[in-house]
Nanobody, 118 residues
C-alpha cells in the first residue's frame, strides 16, 4: 500500500503561481498529477518516472519534480489560468514507466483544490 497526501492548493489570481506537494508513504516507480473540474472527467496533467510527461495545455507553465529522499513529488504551477481551476490529485504507480492513463495508477490521494480567479 502507498498512502498519498497532497498539500499546497489554494486560491490565486490569474498569472500567479502555486506549488503542490504529494508525500508518499513509500517509494513508487512513477507518480503523476491529475485534475478534475466540476462536471468534467479527471484528466492527466503531468507524470514523472524515468522521464517526465505533460499534457499540452500546461507545457511551459507547469513543472513536475520529485525528491526521492523524501518520497515526495511536486507540481510547480506558474502563470495560472482560470481554466486550471480544479481539484488536483496525486497518483502513484508501482510499475515502471510513465503513463498518462489514470487507470494504470494504483494509488490516489484525496485531492487538493486549486482555484484561479480572473
Amino acid at each position: 500500500q502507498v498512502q498519498l497526501v497532497e498539500s499546497g492548493g489554494g486560491l490565486v489570481q490569474a498569472g500567479g503561481s502555486l506549488r503542490l506537494s504529494c508525500a508518499a508513504s513509500r517509494r513508487a516507480f512513477s507518480m503523476g498529477w491529475f485534475r478534475q473540474a466540476p462536471g468534467k472527467e479527471r484528466e492527466f496533467v503531468a507524470a514523472i518516472g524515468g522521464w517526465t510527461s505533460y499534457t499540452d495545455s500546461v507545457k511551459g507553465r507547469f513543472t513536475i519534480s520529485r525528491d526521492n529522499a523524501k518520497n515526495t513529488v511536486y507540481l510547480q504551477m506558474n502563470n495560472l489560468e482560470p481554466e486550471d481551476t480544479a481539484v488536483y490529485f496525486c497518483a502513484a504507480r508501482v510499475s515502471a514507466g510513465v503513463t498518462t492513463a489514470k487507470d494504470e495508477y494504483n494509488y490516489w490521494g484525496q485531492g487538493t483544490q486549486v482555484t484561479v480567479s480572473s
